[in-house]
């Protein structure tokens, strides 16, 4: 039976730089859609399970329990 191959040692400097996984732009606002309040129409924002409404102060559940 052969011997298996030796691994090849890191050089840093001849080594690929690993490429981002994300990146920090910020949402598009074509691609992104607003939530807006039941009452007034007005775009609400999460709180922890729950979408609150900052002009009528509405609050409703955002998964529907």
Known sequence: ???PQKPVPFDP???KRP???R??????DKTSEKVLCDRCGAEVY???AVWRCPECGFK???CGW
């Not at 990146?23 to 598009?28: A, E, F, L, Q, V």
């Open 46 to 48: 999460r709180m922890h």
């Open 19 to 21: 490429e981002p996984i």
């Open 60 to 62: 409703s559940d955002c």
């Open 1 to 3: 039976m052969p011997d």
């Open 23 to 28: 990146t920090c732009k910020p949402p598009d």
């Open 13 to 15: 400097l001849t080594a």
